[in-house]
């Protein structure tokens, strides 16, 4: 099973790590918050347990990312997309549940429709006042969309810098079409005002940490089903794809579906992370589609190490992280400061902090061996075991073996 070899040994520490960090974070971080005396230096402030829930929701849509990008070679610029579908998800059973506390006081119309002059709920609001219909809506919409666009676009043999176009295309669309009110969506000012989730107090600290503590639940699930998939046949094949695509259709695999499967996954991935950053935010609109917003997630991906799974989720922190403080710096130079770390690291650390910390320890490891293996020369250098091929082995087989074979008798 793959829990098993997972405990067994099958694992990367490094997963096996971020697992276990996210995990406990999961249950110290509220703790920290919720049980501990403002005045105890380990306490940890509200806005800070909020800030973080939503960087870890940006960890995952990287995540998402990496799994078609660093896996299987498709660049995309509309994870944005995805990511804003599942927030509008859950903003509209967010929207659904503050009933007649609204300005308006309409127990079924949102505010933004009783100001449009709306008679009634259009059809596709119908639902959205149950959570678990809105959490379906949360995987289904971004997959049914990556799933249809991936089908047309993957089954039409579009790859490379023209598959990347038509994602930011597409989620440039998406944005045009949010902005107009008549979408039902609220318009530019989108869905906000929320009151309560699954009956609790959408502002209280406690709600807080817990969509903190899920988060990070939901962070540490992903890292262990996206190392389930790499790890697999299936992964071999994603890496097949995207290091020799005609190569492997040769052998008799069908490329396009190998990618439309991570691609839709992805996309389930992305919108589970919008629908978690929405309530710990209290806001969705139009701006969630901005092309610059995948770019970004490009970006986060880059500099933590595609490809790595653990990477990209550092990259998602620390630039986060950075943009926090920048913006509060120096707000006006912030989109500078973004476009010289890209440039910086695919001219210096192409393979992004994780890429640089493995050749680090690779060359570590290496000028250890190179000095025990000295040392071990002024004792005398022993002779070196000759690579013959052996009588006794099957044939393509090599054996190390300081005599040559004798025939047979």
Known sequence: MITGRFFAAGADRRIAI????????????????????????????????????????????????DLVWGYCGILSLGHGAFFALGGYAMGMYLMRQIGSRGVYGNPILPDFMVFLNYKELPWFWYGFNHFWFAALMVLAVPGLLAFVFGWFAFRSRVTGVYLSIITQAMTYALLLAFFRNDMGFGGNNGLTDFKDILGFNVQADATRSALFAVSAAMLALAVFVTWAIVGSKYGKLLMAVRDAESRTRFLGWRAENVKLFAFTVSAVMAGIAGALYVPQVGIINPGEFEPSNSIEVVIWAAVGGRGTIVGPIIG?????????????????????????????????????????????????????????????????????AKIVRSAATKPGDWSSSSHEPQPAE
């Open 316 to 384: 998602a922190l620390l630039v986060n992280a950075g943009k926090s403080w920048f913006t509060g710096v120096l707000p006006e130079l912030w989109l500078f400061a973004l476009g010289g770390l890209f440039v910086a690291v695919t001219l210096l650390l192409p393979k992004g902090i994780i890429g640089m910390w493995d050749s680090w320890r690779g060359n570590a490891r290496a000028l250890r061996a190179a000095s025990l293996a000295e040392e071990a020369g002024t004792d005398g250098d022993p002779a070196p």
């Open 18 to 65: 971020t697992i276990f960090v996210l995990l406990a974070a999961a249950i110290i971080v509220p703790l920290l918050n919720l049980a501990v005396s403002p005045a105890s230096a380990f306490y940890i402030p509200s806005y800070i347990v909020a800030l973080t829930g939503k960087y870890l929701c940006y960890a995952l849509l990287a995540l998402s990312l």
